[in-house]
T-cell receptor
Framework: DADVTQTPRNRITKTGKRIMLECSQT?????MYWYRQDPGLGLRLIYY???????NKGEISDGYSVSRQAQAKFSLSLESAIPNQTALYFC??????????????FGPGTRLTVL | AQSVTQPDIHITVSEGASLELRCNYS??????LFWYVQSPGQGLQLLLK??????LVQGIKGFEAEFKRSQSSFNLRKPSVHWSDAAEYFC???????????FGTGTKLQVIP
């Protein structure tokens, strides 16, 4: 079984709809991240969480919100989706106690299309 | 602020040829450096990483990378490319535990027979 899972894998929605993307992990890592990937722009950090009570904005958080329901679950919401939020979204985890804190483990991605 | 530059957006190589993907970084202290690979429709998989020590690091799938502090580079190499290596490759720099990892814009590798 995959260590980091994302649901759904693909989603098509309409402008103005509320969308939630979910991420679950079985790695036991405290730290979780949401990125979006756009062609030619690489990965950009949306939000990150160091533990259940610690949530931080990344470089492109406008239009997004997150919820860390448990150590293993980190959800990303688009309150009112717009077409320029069409992208590939990745969840990732990391483990500072491993001594290799920066190494991140990625889920398979969610392809979101906003019409 | 840290940054990563991958100057080549697209590279095409023949199967069996050698490969070098370029990565330049900007960071004030000793960087944590990574190469990830993303196969079509897949997430990112770590190929290799450099934290300290030997500047030539070996990774999975026959890849290696060399950290050159004087050139602020961390280029990825493979002596003989296989068709299955066709993918997008991302270089990344981390800030040593504060969890700010910055990714480059990626290099898409095409392998021709």
């Amino acid at each position: 079984d995959a260590d980091v899972t994302q649901t759904p894998r693909n989603r098509i929605t309409k402008t103005g709809k509320r969308i939630m993307l979910e991420c679950s992990q079985t790695k036991g890592h405290d730290r979780m991240y949401w990125y979006r990937q756009d062609p030619g722009l690489g990965l950009r950090l949306i939000y990150y969480s160091f533990d259940v009570k610690d949530i931080n904005k990344g470089e492109i958080s406008d239009g997004y919100s997150v919820s860390r329901q448990a150590q293993a679950k980190f959800s990303l919401s688009l309150e009112s989706a717009i077409p320029n939020q069409t992208a590939l979204y990745f969840c990732a985890t990391s483990d500072p106690s491993s001594g290799r804190a920066d190494e991140q483990f990625f889920g398979p991605g969610t392809r979101l299309t906003v019409l | 602020a840290q940054s990563v530059t991958q100057p080549d957006i697209h590279i095409t190589v023949s199967e069996g040829a050698s490969l070098e993907l370029r990565c330049n970084y900007s960071y004030g202290a000793t960087p944590y450096l990574f190469w990830y690979v993303q196969s079509p429709g897949q997430g990112l998989q770590l190929l290799l990483k450099y934290f300290s020590g030997d500047t030539l690091v070996q990774g999975i799938k026959g890849f290696e990378a060399e950290f050159k502090r004087s050139q602020s580079s961390f280029n990825l190499r493979k002596p003989s490319v296989h068709w299955s290596d066709a993918a997008e490759y991302f270089c990344a720099v981390g800030d040593g535990g504060y969890q700010k990892v910055t990714f480059g814009t990626g290099t898409k590798l095409q392998v021709i027979p």
